[in-house]
């Protein structure tokens, strides 16, 4: 008795049906092992997420070697959240809190954490792109879901300054009680949020699809991508020398002055409401009238429009854009000096504007993240805590008075 012969075409569909079915069964079986292991949290990192760099030192001055950049099982970027580290401090800001193109080891949250001693932890929140609108939220959601925070560092300005610039006429401050624009914030401020709290599609409210878009902004400033090397700041540099025009006089700032106070003060109330005390840092930065040409060939900030994704826009000279950071500097330390019990660094007023801190507009180099830590550590070691009082490096001197 024979049988027909099978088609060819009929084994490969349904190879075709197994491994589809295969891959739906695998994507199902991570999306459960992910909600068992990821908590129902905020992350402003993907967990676990490791990369390595290798700094161009002729791009970025004072930087050298392989650079390792690793994120713990809570999103940041640091050691893992102990018992035994019980005195904890959560740092929040952008790219100069983040320390992106510095080693694990050098940048100046872990730096701070080593000469606070063994009982310290820092946890380094800090983001490329991120402004005092993302600080907000972060410092809401973070220090509800973290252990008690003794202190929640802020250095931040440069971002809010960028902002503000870049989107010229078309900037208006942001309504957090609008849906659609609080729903964009909390996008850019968490890498991964709890997927009962996302809107749209039914992917969108998996862990899996909120990794994979995540990763896809992993290494990006102003949605333009940054690569191992460093290569990327010689275009936003050559940018900036081929500005289409260089504007001296900054736009009226009031307003968004007024909004970077407010969104500071409502990062003050969420630290009081855990018991963490709030420490406001200035933003240094390499711009002052009289830098010289070796120096002015670092910058690229200042542009107006995507300056960081094509050429042609304009940007703002480097006099304009120290008096748009002195300006955004004043409004925190105003804001931190009328907060009882904050503290206040100027940390600005206390770096060098050259190449011993910086390896562009604002920022740091190994040298300089070291003396950030220094300062910091300092200060801290100076003010009174509820816990232990951390050790100081350099003794108990106050740097700036509260």
Known sequence: ????????????????????????????????????????????????????????????????GTSRFEINSIGMRGDELSKARDFRILALGGSTTECLYLDQTEAWPHLLQERLGPRAWVGNAGRSGLHTRHHRLQAEKLLDQLPRMEAVIVLTGVNDLSVRLSQDTAWKPADFTAPKALSGLMQEAFAIQPPRLMDGPFYNKTVLWQMAKSLGRTLQSGGATQDALGRIYETWRRHRHEALR?????????????????????????????????????????????????????????????????????????????????????????????????????????????????????????????????????????????????????????????
């Not at 024979?2 to 190879?15: D, F, K, Q, V």
């Not at 994704?309 to 925190?332: C, P």
Request: net charge neutral; glycine share 6%; charged share 20%.
């Open 1 to 64: 008795m024979s049988y027909p012969a099978r088609h060819p075409l009929s084994r490969i569909a349904r190879r075709g049906a197994l491994a589809l079915l295969s891959s739906l069964l695998a994507l199902v079986l991570g999306e459960v092992v992910l909600r068992v292991f990821s908590r129902d949290a905020f992350y402003v990192w993907p967990p676990h997420l490791h990369q390595e760099l290798h700094p161009t030192p002729d791009v970025l001055p004072g930087v050298n």
């Open 246 to 402: 260089v504007r001296q006089r900054l736009p009226d700032l009031g307003p968004a002055l007024a909004e970077c106070g407010d969104n500071l003060r409502a990062i003050a109330r969420s630290a009081a409401l855990h018991h963490a005390r709030i420490v406001f840092v200035t933003q240094p930065f390499l711009w002052r009238d009289d830098l010289p040409p070796d120096l002015q060939r670092l910058l690229w900030l200042g542009g107006v429009g995507p300056f960081q994704k094509e050429a042609g826009h304009e940007y703002y000279s480097v006099s304009a854009l120290a008096a748009g950071m002195d300006a955004y500097n004043r409004t925190l330390l105003a804001t931190c000096r009328r907060i009882p019990g904050a503290v206040c660094v100027d940390l600005a007023a206390l770096l060098p504007k050259d190449t011993t801190v910086f390896y562009d507009d604002v920022h740091f180099n190994e040298a300089g993240s070291r003396r950030v830590a220094e300062i910091l550590a300092e200060r801290l070691a100076a003010a009174p805590f509820q816990g232990s009082p951390p050790p100081s490096a350099a003794g108990r001197r106050a740097i700036v008075s509260e």
